[in-house]
C-alpha cells in the first residue's frame, strides 16, 4: 500500500497549506504533542522539523487533528468538500482515524493518550483566549491570511471541541529549495570563480534564491524567474 501525505486514493502528494491554519485543528507529533505554529509558512514549517531532528528530537510521525465543526466548514485534501466523509480508504490505510473520544482518538493514533488529551486540553485554552502563548499561531499577517475571518479574535483558533474527532497522518517531503545554484542576472550558471557556464542556465527553484534562506511568500521563485 502507498500511503502518501494526503491523496491515498491517488497516490499524489499534497501540500499542506490553509488546511494547517484553520481554527479547529492542531497538529502533534509521536508524543501528542504540538511543536510548531502549524499555521506557518510551509518553509518554515520544513525547517522546523529538519531542525527537531538535528537536536535529537525528532519528528518520526505528524498528525494533523481537527473536529467535526472544522469538518463542516472547510475544504480539505483539495477535493473533501465540507461535510464530504474521509475516505474509508484511508481508515483502512491507517492514515486516518475517527472516535468520539479524545482519549480512543490518541489511542488509534498511537500517541500516549493522557499526553494527548492534554495537549489539547491545553491548546482548547489558549483558543479560548485567542493567543497561541506557546507558538504565536496567528501573530502574523502570514498566519492571519490563512486563517478564517469570521473567527475571533484570533482567525487561526478555535477549540477542538465538537466531536467527533479526527486524525489525518502528514509527512514531510520538498517542494523546492533555497539553496541552489548561483547564477547571474542572464541567469546563467556560475563556476566558483564567478565565470558562467557556457550553455547552462538555471531560473526558479534551481537556482540559488535571491532572498537567500528566508520565505518573503507564495510565488517567490516564479517571481524570480
Known amino acids: 500500500r502507498e500511503s502518501t501525505m494526503l491523496r491515498y486514493r491517488y497516490a499524489e502528494p499534497l501540500v499542506m497549506l490553509a488546511e494547517r491554519?484553520?481554527?479547529g485543528s492542531m497538529i502533534v507529533d509521536q508524543t501528542g504533542s504540538r511543536f510548531v505554529n502549524e499555521s506557518t509558512d510551509y518553509m518554515s514549517f520544513g525547517q522546523r522539523v529538519l531542525e527537531l531532528n538535528r537536536s535529537g528530537n525528532p519528528v518520526s510521525a505528524m498528525w494533523i487533528v481537527f473536529d467535526q465543526a472544522y469538518r463542516n466548514s472547510y475544504v480539505f485534501a483539495a477535493d473533501l468538500f465540507p461535510r464530504m466523509a474521509i475516505p474509508e480508504t484511508w481508515y483502512a490505510a491507517g492514515i486516518a482515524h475517527r472516535?468520539?473520544?479524545l482519549t480512543e482518538l490518541g489511542r488509534k493514533m498511537g500517541v500516549p493518550e493522557a499526553q494527548f488529551v492534554r495537549t489539547t486540553?491545553?491548546?482548547n485554552d489558549m483558543a479560548r483566549q485567542g493567543e497561541d502563548v506557546d507558538?504565536?499561531?496567528g501573530g502574523t499577517?502570514?498566519?492571519r491570511y490563512y486563517g478564517d475571518p469570521t473567527v475571533r479574535p484570533n482567525p487561526n483558533?478555535?477549540?477542538i471541541d465538537q466531536g467527533p474527532f479526527y486524525a489525518v497522518k502528514m509527512v514531510l517531503s520538498d517542494l523546492g529549495t533555497c539553496g541552489g545554484l548561483r547564477a547571474d542576472e542572464r541567469a546563467r550558471v556560475l563556476r566558483e570563480d564567478g565565470t558562467p557556464i557556457g550553455g547552462l542556465y538555471?531560473?526558479?527553484n534551481t537556482a540559488a534564491n535571491a532572498f537567500g534562506a528566508s520565505?518573503?511568500?507564495a510565488g517567490a521563485t516564479i517571481a524570480q524567474g
Open 157 to 159: 483558533l478555535r477549540p
Open 141 to 143: 499577517a502570514y498566519d
Open 202 to 204: 538555471a531560473i526558479g
Open 99 to 101: 472516535s468520539d473520544s
Open 215 to 217: 520565505y518573503p511568500g
Open 121 to 123: 486540553s491545553r491548546f
Open 21 to 23: 491554519s484553520l481554527p
Open 135 to 137: 507558538f504565536g499561531r
